[in-house]
């Protein structure tokens, strides 16, 4: 991934733990793996490294990721996960049905 994420996630993203008391918080960035169903929405960034949002994977679940360690992943052939850049902001409510 590039720098250009993480200026985009400072300028876009709360801070962590501002939206902690928000029963449905805006998912503002979501990234993707190209090569299976691994997906992470962006809820909330601590303008380094750490984010926190909704991750669908082995299981779908509220937690914390690194920034840095899905800029180190790489897939079949060295694809890397993607931001997509399509994605407009929504609340988590709609991620999750």
């Known amino acids: 991934m590039k720098n250009l994420y993480r200026e985009y996630?400072?300028?876009h993203l709360p801070p962590l733990?501002?939206?902690e008391h928000n029963p449905d918080p805006?998912?503002?960035a979501k990234f993707f793996t190209p090569w299976?169903?691994?997906t992470w929405y962006a809820i909330e960034f601590d303008g380094e490294d750490l984010m926190f949002g909704w991750?669908?994977?082995?299981?779908?679940e509220l937690g914390y990721f690194s920034l840095a360690e899905l800029e180190q992943v790489r897939g079949?052939?060295?694809?890397e996960i993607e931001q997509d850049l399509y994605f407009r902001p929504v609340?988590?409510?709609?991620i999750k049905d």
């Open 26 to 28: 805006m998912v503002r």
């Open 9 to 11: 996630l400072n300028k």
């Open 91 to 94: 609340p988590l409510s709609l």
């Open 17 to 19: 733990y501002s939206q």
């Open 36 to 38: 299976s169903n691994w």
């Open 76 to 79: 079949p052939g060295g694809l």
């Open 55 to 60: 991750v669908e994977g082995l299981e779908n």
